[in-house]
């Protein structure tokens, strides 16, 4: 018998989405209630999307997609007469986007200097902005390493709180959105081993990016950059610019060489993906491939770049680059990657709207819609060694998303998670 997705009902399924998340990395298995009955009746049946441009991984196709229990049971050429479908009216239909490095969550943290949101409430919030833009799939940007000897500080300790409430949320089905964690581990910081030492292979975490922002080097290779980000940031005089700057450096000398192996060696000890973070140079890559790092987060230059795909990292890039034709700290522009075929991964860094925005920009620029679109959906899922999603193959995941163009920007008309709507 075949269904049709009632959406006015979604809102209660989605609670109930993260049953069906079995990826091992999840804590605690949530209490057996009524609505989960209910919802393992409705996952029995089947969904049909048809009159779609079905994007796979290497083509787009013109077809038709059934759904059932939350995975992709069939994929067919041409549409269907069948009662009770859903008419795509032509639009794409695409994999659920994932994304793997987002800061997203600390706006909603604090959204105005001095304004510290209730952290639940800030995760909801965050949740739903994701979900509405086609993000099935997130790994949350959490710094670790902070700096507690000054009262002052912007860097102070936060890291294993929010984690445990997103992992709480996450295990009480309370969630649209599969949550995995992603360490950044700050190298000049005070505390790095020991916030790192904190968690542990439950705590679903998928990556740990070294991260070391000594001024005049690797992002900031430009003080007067780094200089114009405080300001803007945290509203620094220039004495406490000079005394922040000053500071860094003391800390890079103090526990750099400590707080890199050390986070390496946590990282791979919690079977996380190791990444890179601004490699600006062929020494910082050939360091990066020596620790056994897999993804370059947003390298500088195109030197690097290069020497990243000759070591087989994968290059990420930010949408927002991608968008804006160029890099808010004078960087590498992301477009200069895609002639050489650089770039594999895109990244929503601080703006989630931008992922498709610039998948789909650069699916228009190369003529290839699947290889755009792959950039943020397959190519970051194998990265992160989920296997079950990041395509629309069968028996993958039905995390779907469907969107049709408007003055070559996509206008997201649905999002489907395990094969319930979300957005």
């Known amino acids: 018998m075949v269904s049709k997705i009632v959406t006015c009902n979604f809102q209660i399924y989605t609670r109930l989405l993260q049953k069906n998340d079995i990826n091992q990395r999840d804590v605690t298995s949530p209490k057996r209630t009524n609505y989960m009955k209910n919802f393992e009746a409705f996952s029995e049946q089947s969904t049909i999307l048809t009159n779609a441009k079905i994007i796979l991984e290497d083509q787009v196709v013109q077809g038709s997609l059934i759904i059932k229990e939350g995975k992709i049971s069939e994929i067919s050429d041409g549409g269907t007469s069948a009662k009770n479908i859903i008419d795509c009216n032509g639009d794409y239909l695409g994999p659920g986007l994932v994304e793997l490095h987002t800061d997203n969550l600390e706006r909603h943290l604090q959204p105005r200097p001095g304004a510290v949101w209730p952290r639940k409430a800030a995760i909801l919030s965050h949740d739903s902005e994701l979900a509405s833009v086609g993000i099935t799939t997130v790994f949350n940007a959490l710094r670790v390493g902070s700096i507690i000897s000054k009262k002052d500080s912007n860097y102070k300790k936060y890291a294993r709180n929010v984690a445990d409430d997103i992992l709480l949320m996450n295990a009480g089905n309370l969630l649209r959105v599969s949550h995995f964690l992603h360490l950044r581990a700050e190298v000049c910081s005070e505390t790095l081993l020991e916030e790192m030492s904190e968690f542990s292979l439950a705590d679903r975490i998928g990556i740990v990016s070294i991260m070391d922002h000594t001024p005049g ?118 477009s200069d990657l895609v002639e050489d075929d650089l770039l594999k991964i895109l990244s929503s860094d601080y703006a989630p709207s931008s992922l498709l925005m610039a998948a789909v920009k650069l699916g228009l620029i190369t003529g290839n819609m699947a290889k755009g679109l792959k950039t943020a959906t397959l190519t970051p899922a194998r990265a992160t060694n989920l296997e079950d999603r990041g395509e629309i193959a069968v028996g993958k995941r039905a995390d779907l998303i469907r969107f049709g163009l408007t003055d070559e920007l996509p206008r997201i008309n649905g999002v489907w998670r395990l094969g319930q709507r979300i957005g």
Do not use: W
């Open 217 to 334: 080097q690797r992002q900031f290779r430009k003080i007067t950059k780094m200089k114009e980000y405080l300001v803007g940031k945290y509203n620094m005089t220039p004495a406490q610019m000079d005394a922040y700057i000053g500071h860094l450096y003391d800390l890079r000398e103090q526990y750099g060489a400590l707080h890199e192996n050390g986070a390496e060696r946590i990282g791979k000890k919690l079977g996380a993906t190791l990444a890179s973070h601004d490699d600006t140079t062929i020494d910082d890559v050939m360091r990066s491939s020596g620790k056994g790092i897999k993804i370059a987060e947003f390298p500088t230059t195109m030197e690097a770049a290069k020497a990243c795909k000759e070591n087989n990292i994968s290059v990420m890039m930010g949408a927002p680059n991608l968008l804006r034709g160029g890099s808010h700290s004078g960087n590498v522009a992301a």
